[in-house]
């Protein structure tokens, strides 16, 4: 088989980057290990940035998110049991939007199938060759059945444990990475979200955070030990702790629904320079991994690969390789600052094993700092709702540049 782009990873990289090359009518294969149904259940991040929206909304994404997205304007933070609140729309002009990851995975899927572009799901064996040559080669199997793809270029966005970033050969990239002593046990529960915007709760038990995906689902989670047996955490128990932690002087607290999904994510920063190598483009988790803690997952990934959807678009257009060989450089550094404002707010509202009564009384004084300065709430702000697109970033993807 040949074809132009093989996106290796069904996630919101590789699923985003098919829907942008298609709009530029550059030809692609999209290959996933897992099935269609288990990518679109998965739950993940649900926070969109306003460039996403906007991005979904350009592409012709946006219906379904528009009826059933939640816009919040502002986030709540809480230490010593009070709350005070940063207003995003009034500080930036911007907001974010509650559209859970997996929704937005089906939203791609159907506009992918909607105009018979290529999709594998359930594949097996995927290995990458060839990455140096100007055409290099995938082999997968699927239902028994080997195939192998010559394309021009291949595009990593496979996961942390995908094939692609290992296949790299070694010394090539660089692994800057911290790993943090407490992980998040997070659930889901059916019942309607007790108020409107999100909660970020510091506390001398543990961080907590009040957050939801409907308007009859809430999403809630607590910090705790990475390595936590999610069977000694009966529904009883996790209430319990959301109860004590989230307690506020006003008296809110979430309301309690039947609990439909409970597990524990371990935290990490990771990144991996550079995110090239030959005709190999990493994006997404692949190459990248943030603390929850800031809701950037998502979209750093849909960030990376808009660069190299332009960037290939530009290839194909012009033929120069200009935009695609400073692929890597232009997403760094932007992951860069999502790393540190992700980094900054996790330690700004988690407690660490190692934390003097020092430490702890530092991080206090900060957030009552943040609760009472505008400059230090705009920061804040500005970074959550996401920073502004480099240049290379700001390709329009309406209609095709070529046919």
């Known amino acids: 088989m040949r074809t132009q782009v093989t996106i290796i990873g069904a996630g919101p990289a590789g699923l985003m980057l098919g829907h942008l090359l298609h709009l530029q009518g550059i030809e692609a294969i999209i290959l996933e290990t897992r099935s269609r149904d288990y990518i679109e259940q998965r739950v993940r991040a649900g926070v969109l940035e306003q460039g996403t929206v906007d991005l979904l909304n350009e592409t012709g994404l946006g219906e379904r998110m528009a009826k059933e997205g939640l816009i919040h304007q502002g986030i709540e933070l809480g230490f010593n049991r009070k709350r005070f609140r940063i207003d995003m729309q009034e500080l930036t002009g911007k907001a974010v939007t509650v559209y859970g990851q997996n929704e937005v995975i089906k939203d791609l899927v159907k506009a992918r199938l909607s105009v ?67 992980g998040w046990l997070g659930i889901l529960a059916e019942a309607a979200p007790s108020q409107e915007e999100l909660v970020y709760m510091n506390h001398e038990r543990g961080f907590a955070l009040f957050s939801m995906r409907s308007p009859e689902v809430t999403r809630l989670y607590l910090q705790c030990d990475p390595s936590e047996d999610i069977k000694l955490w009966p529904d009883e128990r996790i ?131 943040l609760s009472t300065s505008r400059a230090a709430a705009k920061s804040l702000a500005e970074n959550y709702v996401g920073l502004p697109l480099d240049l290379s970033e700001r390709t329009i993807f309406r209609t095709p540049v070529y046919s």
């Open 116 to 182: 018979g572009a290529a999709i594998e799901f359930e594949v097996e064996n995927v290995s990458i060759d060839k990455l140096e040559s100007e055409l290099p080669i995938v082999r997968y199997e699927k239902d028994g059945v080997a195939h192998e793809v010559t394309c021009d270029y291949i595009a990593g966005c496979d996961g942390f444990h995908g094939v692609c970033r290992p296949s790299v050969p070694k010394g090539a990239l660089t692994t800057y990475e911290q790993v943090y002593p407490f």
């Open 239 to 369: 209430w319990k702790e959301l109860m004590i932690r989230l307690e506020s002087e006003d008296g809110w607290k979430p309301n309690i629904g039947k609990i439909t999904q409970k597990s524990v994510t371990p935290m990490r920063s990771f990144v991996t320079e550079p995110m090239q190598y030959g005709r190999l483009f990493l994006a997404g988790d692949a190459v990248h991994i943030v603390p929850p803690t800031g809701a950037k997952g998502m979209n750093l990934a849909v960030s990376d690969v808009r660069v190299l959807a332009s960037a290939l678009a530009a290839a194909y257009r012009t033929g120069s390789q200009t935009l695609l060989a400073s692929y890597s450089d232009s997403c760094l550094r932007r992951i860069w600052k999502v790393q540190r404002f992700s980094w900054w707010l996790t330690s700004l509202m988690h407690r660490f094993p190692d934390a003097t009564p020092f430490d702890q009384r530092r991080q206090i004084a900060e957030l009552d700092y």
